[in-house]
């Protein structure tokens, strides 16, 4: 369950940051990671990603 897409908007907090990410449909999938997790894949708007979905939640991939 992965869709590609690319990062509209990074909202970071001090804990969790919101990536919003623009797939091949008609609609944004809005992700919330940890802060660090945004840091370590040094993720930005404009970055080609993939959404990765659980059953509980919606993680961000992306390739190194």
């Known amino acids: ?3 590609k897409g690319i990062v ?3 909202e970071k ?3 969790v940051a919101k990536v919003k990410v623009e797939i ?3 609609a944004v999938i809005t992700a919330l990671i940890s802060t660090e997790a945004v840091d370590d894949l040094k993720i930005k708007a404009g ?3 993939e959404a990765v979905i ?3 939640e919606v993680m961000i991939a992306k390739e190194r």
Do not use: E, F, M, W
């Open 54 to 56: 659980k059953a509980t």
């Open 13 to 15: 907090g001090d804990i």
């Open 1 to 3: 369950n992965r869709l």
């Open 47 to 49: 970055d080609n990603v």
């Open 8 to 10: 509209k908007s990074v």
């Open 24 to 26: 091949n449909a008609a």
